[in-house]
């Protein structure tokens, strides 16, 4: 270990960089929220709720211990900036990092490259940085566009300043809202939840995937790539069961009252409506048209595995990934041929990426239960509290998968819940990417091997 630090590897790796990164945008974003100009008030934030908005916007996750709309407009643009920081993804982070004016890509930084879901792009980091940023920012202007119509026919004071806002935090995934319930006041405006819908797709996809489309309607590729494939029809798949789901689990109601409809077709209408919004949002986006607290048990349950599941790698999205999931459940179903591969489609999986997403899968879910038990203690739940266990679940599932959605726990954290969901959201966000990035170390060659043994299963 020693040798490792001496030698500047550990400086040099991606894990390093990453947190780094992160660090020191989690780290500006607090300083800056702390500051009385951020709050319109007297006083100021206190610095562990400045500290939590920072890591939750940087983490692009929405989960919030004081209301975002309480900000001032100095506070406000410090959180859209923090989005927008976490929310380029990991992607633009390596190309920034591995980018230096003039210097080739050496081929240990290709490998790193192609472990960030790149492959299938130029291994020129100035083309890679400046479609990232076109994507992301063409994308946003035409949401922002789209919204401040929605926002203006709606009436609300500030369209430009709210538009803007909420094209990136759904963009971005991040769930942050400049209303207090939300968006539940716009349950029955289409062309908002629409839009929103639409950005929160797009930035659910990734980079990889929007370039391979846009490379296949060109026609500068005669057909997308398996990952493409892959991520663009597991996503269409969950979004159509989540929505037939909460279609079957909702009250007849749900969304009528925020539609503000009461005869027959337009109930029928806002239900899927709502539960449409609720099946793409629970995919790490955050934002909510209904109550979350009070949709039935089975309907929250359904929303744990969405959110768990997230969107696809190298996007804006969190949770285990649609491709670890399809991974997961086609070798689970199907099981591996002799060598290990899996059949998909009619391609072969090499027997360690299979692996990989077995251990991946492990992992985040070891993750999970440590951060739900630290949290039933940290809020010291009790049978017949306050809160329920159900709610710790739910918060910890939604910290975790850097979704945002809550059953209303988030402003009653402890000091020490507050902890536990920090340090939750830096797990879900960070300690999941940091699992599949390539580590610089030289393999052992064992000169005596071990004997094989065998353990039964099942």
Known sequence: MKRFLQSGRFLQSGRFLLFSYFSIVILVGTVLLSLPVAWPGPGRVALLDALFTSVSAACVTG??????????????????????????????????????????????????????????????????????????????????????????????????????????????????????????????????????????????VGFVVLEDVRKRVLRRRLRLTLHSRVVLAATAVFILLGTLGYLWLLPVDAGAAEAGTADAAGAAGARLQAALFQSVTTRTAGFNTIPQGDMPLPAQFLTLMLMLIGGAPGSTAGGLKVTTVVLVLAAAL?????????????????????????????????????????????????????????????????????????????????????????????????????????????????????????VLLG
């Open 63 to 204: 989960l919030i211990t004081v209301n975002t709309a309480d900000f001032s407009l100095f506070g406000k643009l410090v959180i859209l900036a923090v989005i927008e920081a976490g929310g380029l993804g990991i992607i633009a982070f390596s190309t920034l990092y591995l980018w230096r004016p003039g210097a080739r890509i050496s081929l240990r930084n290709r490998q790193l490259i192609r472990d960030f879901s790149l492959e299938t792009v130029e291994f020129k980091p100035r083309r890679i940085l400046r479609g990232i940023l076109l994507w992301t920012f063409g994308v946003q202007l035409v949401g922002a566009v789209a919204l401040y119509a929605g926002f203006s026919r709606a009436g609300v004071e500030t369209p430009f300043l709210t538009s803007v806002f909420h094209a990136v935090s759904a963009f971005c995934n991040a769930g942050f809202s400049l209303f207090p319930d939300s968006l539940e006041r716009f349950g029955g405006a289409p062309v908002v939840t629409g839009t929103l819908m639409a950005l929160i797709i797009f930035g659910g």
């Open 334 to 454: 199907t099981g591996t041929d002799r060598q290990g591969e899996l059949q998909l489609g009619r391609r072969r999986i090499a027997p360690d990426t299979v692996r990989n997403a077995f251990a991946f899968a492990v992992k985040g879910t070891l993750l999970l239960g440590v951060a739900i038990f630290a949290l039933l203690l940290a809020q010291r739940v009790t049978p017949g509290g306050q809160w329920a266990f159900t709610d710790v679940v739910f918060e910890a599932f939604s910290a975790f998968g850097t979704v945002g959605l809550s059953t209303g726990l988030t402003p009653d954290l402890t000091a020490a819940g507050k902890v536990v969901i920090i340090a939750t959201m830096i797990a879900g966000r960070l300690g999941l990417i940091s699992l599949v990035m390539p580590v610089d170390r030289q393999e052992k060659r064992h000169a005596i091997d071990y004997p094989r043994g065998r």
